[in-house]
């Protein structure tokens, strides 16, 4: 009984993906109670793309993906790697000036850095005597 004994390495290298939300104008008119008075500012609320720059920060997650296939008698050990580099989740929004409030808000990124699938593919095959 042989089998055939597969190694496939795979770096995936996966998704640099700039997501760029939303760049849409607000004007959002809101009303702020302050001290007996009402100031009616403005809220120019900007709304910048999203910087939301998902960033999965050094997660490794080995994750031993069996997968057993009887028809042909594969044996899929996916070793899946997962270098993730976590969650940088960034948004910064500006303040008001002059009755308007450039919101500046979440410019999501969605950036997925260095996937690094390390995909050891143990492929091997019963079949062969």
Same mark, same amino acid.
Request: charged fraction near 5%; hydrophobic fraction near 5%; aromatic fraction near 90%.
């Given at each position: 009984?042989?089998?055939?004994y ?8 996966y998704?640099?993906?700039?997501y760029?939300?939303y760049y ?11 001290? #007996? &008075? $009402?100031? !009616?500012?403005y809220y120019?609320?900007?709304? *910048? +793309?999203?910087?939301?720059? /998902? %960033? @999965? =920060? ?6 031993y ?13 996916y ?5 993730y580099?976590?969650y940088?989740?960034?948004y ?6 002059n #009755? &308007? $409030?450039? !919101?500046?808000y979440?410019?999501?990124?969605? *950036? +997925?850095?260095y996937?690094? /699938? %390390? @995909? =050891?593919?143990?492929?091997y ?5």
């Open positions: 009984m042989c089998w055939f597969y190694y496939y390495y795979y770096y995936y290298y998704y640099y993906y700039y760029y939300y849409y104008y607000y004007y959002y008119y809101y009303y702020y109670y302050y001290d #007996y &008075y $009402y100031y !009616y500012y120019y609320y900007y709304f *910048y +793309y999203y910087y939301y720059y /998902y %960033y @999965y =920060y050094y997660y490794y997650y080995y994750y993906y069996y997968y057993y296939n009887n028809n042909n008698n594969y044996y899929y050990y070793y899946y790697y997962y270098y580099y976590y940088y989740y960034y910064y929004y500006y303040y008001y000036y #009755y &308007y $409030y450039y !919101y500046y979440y410019y999501y990124y969605y *950036y +997925y850095y996937y690094y /699938y %390390y @995909y =050891y593919y143990y492929y095959d019963d079949d062969l005597y």
